[in-house]
């Protein structure tokens, strides 16, 4: 059997007395798509700052590619292919959105290098690919602040995909989109699974219904139940402590 790509094992988080996660474990297969769900409170962004070494567990190990992360700084492990984009997008707003994806797409971090960098033709090549790739080619030379707050989430999304992640962690992708915007989300995040695990957090049920993807359940920490969204629905625990009636 191949080894997960990512894998939590038993894994607690104790914020002075609080555990924010119980013995969690769960484990993700290369190219896999993954939604997670929960009330507030349920753990689900700790969850993610474990992953990617924002908070160390107070017991249980976190592995990527078989070998453990526990204690690395979240820049090495970001280095190591694993990508986060928060609820808020991190976009430069003053920049154009063809420069944003420069800075995020070129090997050469280095700020003050960057500023002056001559981009090659593979990273052009691939700036002009992830734009046309989201929708985002006829706004290229618009400043990202000029955006939609939709596109903006595209471009976010186009950001940590230029970095070249295996993994990437969507926290909350269509949170304030309008329809149209949720609709051609869930489209992307489909498209962008196989060739990454891609994760998502989301609490809109009508969006994790169109991603289609198997659905982690976590209350208090813990993880309550896994299976297809219908499967989850209609289970008597979820139904009880997150839709918070019993039938």
Known sequence: MATPILELSDVSVDFDGFFALTDLSIALEHGELRSIIGPNGAGKTTFLDVITGKVKPTKGSVSLRGSSIVGLSEQK?????????FQTPRVFEKLTVARNLELAASPNKAPFQLMFEK???????????????????????????????????????????????DIILLDEPVAGLTDDETNKT????????????????????????DLGAPVTVLHQGQKLTEGTLEQVKADPKVIEVYLGQSD
């Open 77 to 85: 492990i970001s280095n190591l292919g694993v990508g986060r984009k």
């Open 119 to 165: 981009l090659n033709s593979t990273v052009k090549d691939e700036v002009h690919r992830l734009m046309d790739y989201v929708g985002l080619a006829p706004f290229a030379k618009a400043e990202a602040g000029s955006l939609s707050h939709g596109q903006k989430q595209w471009l976010a999304i186009s950001m940590l995909v230029a970095q070249s992640p």
């Open 186 to 209: 869930a489209e992307l995040i489909k498209s962008l699974a196989g060739e990454h695990t891609v994760v998502v957090i989301e609490h809109d049920m009508e969006f994790i219904r």
